[in-house]
């Protein structure tokens, strides 16, 4: 049974960083792309940042340059490094693991509450 399960979610003031961590089981970690999404009440489900599973990596243009994406295949976890945090990054952000078949699976998300 696949698991997502993200941490490192909480409240910073704007210019703080954060690292969120989403760790994998049930899954052959290493053979998946994985991302990051985020969501506030209300809106759609947004793309943040993609790793493939040969470390190419992609990010939405409001997070280039502050957030980094990586990944440890030994500890099954992706991270999300996020730095110079603003108040419009408030949100839910959920670890998804893409499947082959093209199906995503979804952790329960953290919030990250960036106070101005």
């Known amino acids: 049974q696949v698991q997502l399960v993200e941490s490192g979610g909480g409240l910073v003031q704007a210019g703080g960083s954060l690292r969120l961590s989403c760790v994998a089981s049930g899954i052959t970690f290493s053979i998946n792309d994985m991302a990051w999404y985020r969501q506030v009440p209300g809106k759609q489900r947004d793309f943040v940042a993609r790793?493939?599973?040969?470390?190419?990596?992609n990010y939405a243009d409001s997070v280039k340059g502050r957030f980094t994406i990586s990944r440890d295949n030994a500890k099954n976890t992706v991270y999300l490094q996020m730095n110079s945090l603003k108040p419009e990054d408030t949100a839910v952000y959920y670890c998804a693991r893409f499947r082959v078949s093209g199906t995503i699976d979804w952790g329960q998300g953290t919030q990250v509450t960036v106070s101005s």
């Open positions: 790793i493939s599973r040969g470390n190419n990596t």
